[in-house]
Each structure stands twice: as structure tokens, then as C-alpha cells.
């Protein structure tokens, strides 16, 4: 079974992997915008939602900024991967390079 240490190496790599994605295919940012307004009308989330909020900002500004805030080895950045909104970026082949690479 992974231990949260094996879930946040994969998480890592995925974003990795996703983010360049976003930056050659800039439909995706739209999707991934989508995704979280219909996060929020099935959840019912409003403004406390402070990880949903920090992904719509960092997906409407400088993917740059977004690679360093998902890609950082820290405990925000991995909090951030958590509530990602990408899970869709990476195809099934992607997804099990991404999980090689954490060792799983």
C-alpha cells in the first residue's frame, strides 16, 4: 500500500509531466478552469475554498508561476497537488511513466 510519501513523489512527477502540457495546449487551462467551477456547483464550495481560489488564480496568470508553485518540494506545493484540477492532463501511458518515476 503507498504511503503518503509515495503518493506525493507521484503527485510530483505527474505535475511534471502535466504542467508543460498547459503551456503547449493552452485548451487545457480552460478545461482545468471548467473542472473547478464544476468542483465548486457539485460541492457547494464558496469562498473558503482557498486551494480551489489559488488554483483558478494561478491558471489565469503565468503558467510559469504555476509550474513553481505545483512543481516546489514543500508542504503547500504538495497541498496544492492534492486539489489539483489536472487529473485529466495526462493520459493512461503518462500516468504510469508519472508513477515509475515516484517508484511506484
Known amino acids: 500500500m503507498p504511503t503518503q510519501l509515495d503518493i506525493d513523489r507521484f503527485t510530483l512527477a505527474f505535475h511534471r509531466l502535466a504542467v508543460p502540457r498547459l503551456q503547449s495546449e493552452p485548451g487545457l487551462v480552460q478545461r482545468a478552469l471548467q473542472t473547478l467551477d464544476r468542483w465548486r456547483e457539485q460541492r457547494g464550495l ?59
Open 46 to 104: 464558496d469562498a473558503r475554498d482557498v486551494y480551489g481560489q489559488e488554483w483558478r488564480e494561478l491558471l489565469s496568470g503565468d503558467l510559469g508561476r504555476l509550474e513553481q508553485a505545483v512543481c516546489a518540494e514543500d508542504a503547500h506545493a504538495a497541498t496544492l497537488r492534492g486539489t489539483s484540477p489536472l487529473g485529466f492532463v495526462l493520459s493512461p501511458q503518462e500516468r504510469t511513466a508519472a508513477r515509475r518515476a515516484a517508484g511506484l
